[in-house]
């Protein structure tokens, strides 16, 4: 894996893809650049962790974003920022990264602090392509990034236990693309998967830990009410 060549953000916006051609050839070429070799910083570690999530108007052509970053080990809000743009690339899936990227990249430059984790509600290398969101999102900014979603998306899994921590594979033919994680007792699982420089341990001890008392992470919570919000303003 070649990860030696640097990405520049601003240039690959400046080319943003505009069909599914293009967009294919991007993740293809991005996707060398994902880090599958750190582990990422340690649960409870002292720093903050963003979650990042969007909020789309159909009729009016506008997704809004929000970044809300939290102190990692109180897991209280410390800083937000929101923003508001046009979706510039068709419903395809597997390419949803395509409609939300530069918006969330905007949401996090209002950011006082730079995250040390991010969390996107969405996929990382649970992906078809192995590139989804978290993974396209970590390549750009360079940040540790994880995906957890509420469905497996196309791929397979046996139900986890039924207690809290509790995970099962979730499997593409017999590839372990992530995991399906038991955030609380006898509710429906996560589905967590790596994004960028963070290992899948890992990124489920950062869920379980995020999601002490609700389902989803607060992270992704805090960002989903927030992007609501910012849509409803816009």
């Known amino acids: 894996m ?8 601003d240039e690959e916006l400046r080319h943003w893809p505009t069909d599914e051609a293009q967009a294919r050839a991007v993740q293809d070429r991005l996707r060398s650049h994902v880090r599958l070799d750190e582990s990422g910083p340690e649960p409870g ?13 159909d009729e009016r052509n506008v997704v809004a974003a929000a970044a809300v970053a939290l102190d990692a080990h109180t897991l209280s809000v410390v800083d937000e920022a929101t923003a508001v743009g ?9 390419l949803l990264a395509f409609r939300e990227i530069p918006t969330v990249l905007d949401a996090l430059a209002g950011l006082a602090r730079v995250p040390d984790l991010v ?10 392509r192995r590139f989804g969101l978290a993974s396209h999102l970590g390549v750009l900014t360079g940040l540790p990034t994880i995906g957890v979603a509420k469905n497996p998306f196309t791929f397979r899994y046996e139900p986890p236990g039924p207690e809290r921590g509790t995970t099962s594979p979730l499997l593409d033919g017999d590839e372990e693309v992530g995991r399906a994680l038991r955030t609380q007792k006898g509710v429906k699982p996560v589905f967590v998967s790596v994004g ?31 992007c609501r919000k910012a849509l409803a303003g816009a």
């Open 119 to 128: 969390v996107c509600d969405g996929y990382g290398l649970a992906h078809p």
């Open 2 to 9: 070649d990860t030696s060549r640097t990405i520049s953000c």
């Open 196 to 226: 960028h420089r963070v290992d899948l341990d890992r990124a489920c001890a950062h869920t379980l830990r995020l999601a002490a008392a609700y389902r989803l992470p607060e992270t992704t919570r805090a960002a989903d009410s927030l």
């Open 86 to 94: 046009r979706v510039s690339f068709p419903y395809v899936p597997g």
């Open 45 to 57: 570690f002292e720093g903050t962790v963003v979650g990042v999530d969007v909020a789309y108007d």
